[in-house]
């Protein structure tokens, strides 16, 4: 039987190397916005009295707090099968407000000893923050319509959560916008407002239920491949496979057990603005093995997004590229991975006829992970990783 994220990673490279087909009618660019309303429910705070510890009776207040405009951004393909029908998906950051300005509190009149023993400190207040990335991907059917002047553009689909949110939020949507679009030289702006309903998933556990109804404005701006030209005759988009092995192992010692190094594969995008710069997009499943005792793993996918120059004017020659990386991570085994970092690297360009042979070494510096309770261990901070990709101009 195949594992789920094996055929999510084959079903990427499958889109990857089929793109060529449809180069013509392909543009490829980036999309943000934000919530205009909160991702959670409102609930009401409660007071318990007389809550005993310690043989001490206790009044418990709980307070919830949300906070709105959760911004949320990413990537975004879209198809034009006619100049009025296409079809667009991406992939989009979400972070969830029940982080700094959105918690849950409990304070405690008087004092409660934390852990129940004898020489821990008494605290009179606690709060949880929720601090989970959510992946998002819709799937929209697009449809433009000439008024006037202007255009109108009305959308419709289906929008998955394949991965992030530990508590649970909806998995499956529906999603339906309008927007407008206007050309800037190469570029198109595609703002819209969009409407999603999630699926309903119960949260018996969760301090405030997620909202099955989303309302987000959004602001696309991207370039169809057909109207781009390259830079010193080579094509300026290119799509390909990505893989590689780490260097560094995933966990650090603990107990006399450290975790192991792992491999990684995925599909690479490469947009080439110049001869010597250009902007590149990875899409990485990445397993991490806990310990060598304990060969449990912890599923990571890895995308970084990199700002990428090439040195010299041969067709063959060296590059450097850096920028941030994103984690989304699941089956954690009682770990919980940072989702964000900073990536740099170094490597050479070795282009073969449509092909391009890319290897690059990469250091990947990693946000320390976020508490949890009775975690084995923390993701090591510092990885070293040896990558190949392998691409094609479309």
Known sequence: MIHPHKRLLHALCAAAFSIPLFAQGFSIGLIGGVELNSDFHYRPGRTFPGVLFDDVPTTIRSAYERSRFAPKFGLKVEYEFTTRWSVETGLLIHRPTFTSTSTSTFTFDPPIRQFSLPDTPRVSRQVSRYDEAIWEVPLLAKRTFRVGHGTVIVEGG?????????????????????????????????????????????????????????????????????????????????????????????????????????????????????????????????????????????????????????????????????????????????????????????????????????????????????????????????????????RFGL
């Not at 260097?247 to 947009?271: H, M, N």
């Open 158 to 390: 289906p929008s998955f959560r394949p991965f992030g949110g530990i508590d649970g939020p909806g998995r499956f949507g529906m999603t339906g916008g309008v927007g407008t679009m206007w050309r800037v030289n190469r570029m198109r702006l595609q703002p819209s407002i969009r409407y999603t309903r999630w699926s309903d998933v119960r949260q018996p556990f969760t301090p405030a239920p997620f909202r099955r109804d989303e309302i987000t404005v959004v602001l696309a701006a991207d370039a169809r491949g057909a109207t781009l030209r390259g830079a010193s005759g080579r094509q300026p988009l290119s799509v390909g496979f990505i893989g590689g092995t780490t260097l560094t192992k995933a966990f650090p010692e603990k107990e006399g057990w450290e975790g192991l190094t792992s491999r990684l594969a995925g599909v690479a995008l490469d947009y080439r603005f110049t001869d010597r710069w250009s902007a590149e997009a990875n899409v990485l499943y990445h397993p991490l093995v806990l310990s060598e005792r304990a060969r449990a793993t912890v599923v990571t996918w890895e995308v970084p997004l990199m700002a990428k120059f090439r040195f010299g004017s041969h067709s063959s020659r060296p590059l450097v590229t850096a920028g941030p990386t994103f984690r989304p991570s699941g089956n954690r085994n009682s770990t919980n991975p940072s989702s964000f970092g900073v990536t740099a690297g170094v490597g050479f360009e070795i282009p073969a006829k449509r092909l391009t042979f890319e290897p690059t070494l990469r250091y990947v510096r990693w946000r320390a992970d976020p508490p949890a309770e009775f975690a084995p261990a923390s993701t090591r901070r510092d990885q070293l990783q040896a990558m190949l990709s392998i």
